[in-house]
């Protein structure tokens, strides 16, 4: 069964570093493009940033230049290296794979559990 564990929110100070994890597992082949989305309280779900199988990143306008997704695709993993932060980036953060290709068959557009990413000011 294919799960997507995220890891590394937590409690920062505005101005603060965190880098989040999402690793994929489960018989995987390949994993298409991932990403992370959050979802702060009151809000709907929104793209944070994207990455391709191929390298190519696509970020919000909100967060382009202070955050940065990479990932292993080795070991079908992707980061997020959110530096800057702010109160707004507070927010439940999710990671998402479009398109994973297991050993018995594809699965598409699956999220992991989310982790809480609180700033204060």
């Known amino acids: 069964q294919v799960q997507l564990v995220e890891s590394g929110g937590g409690l920062v100070q505005a101005g603060g570093t965190l880098t989040l994890s999402c690793a994929a597992s489960g018989n995987i082949i390949s994993i298409n493009a991932m990403g992370w989305y959050r979802q702060a309280p009151g809000k709907q779900r929104e793209l944070v940033a994207t990455i391709t199988s191929g390298g190519s990143t696509n970020y919000a306008d909100s967060v382009k230049d202070r955050f940065t997704i990479s990932r292993d695709s080795a070991k079908n993993t992707v980061f997020l290296q959110m530096n800057s932060l702010k109160p707004e980036d507070t927010a439940v953060y999710y990671c998402?794979?479009?398109?994973?290709?297991?050993?018995?068959?594809?699965?598409?557009?699956?999220w992991g559990q989310g982790t809480q990413v609180t700033v204060s000011s």
């Open positions: 998402n794979a479009d398109r994973i290709r297991t050993s018995t068959h594809w699965v598409y557009n699956y």
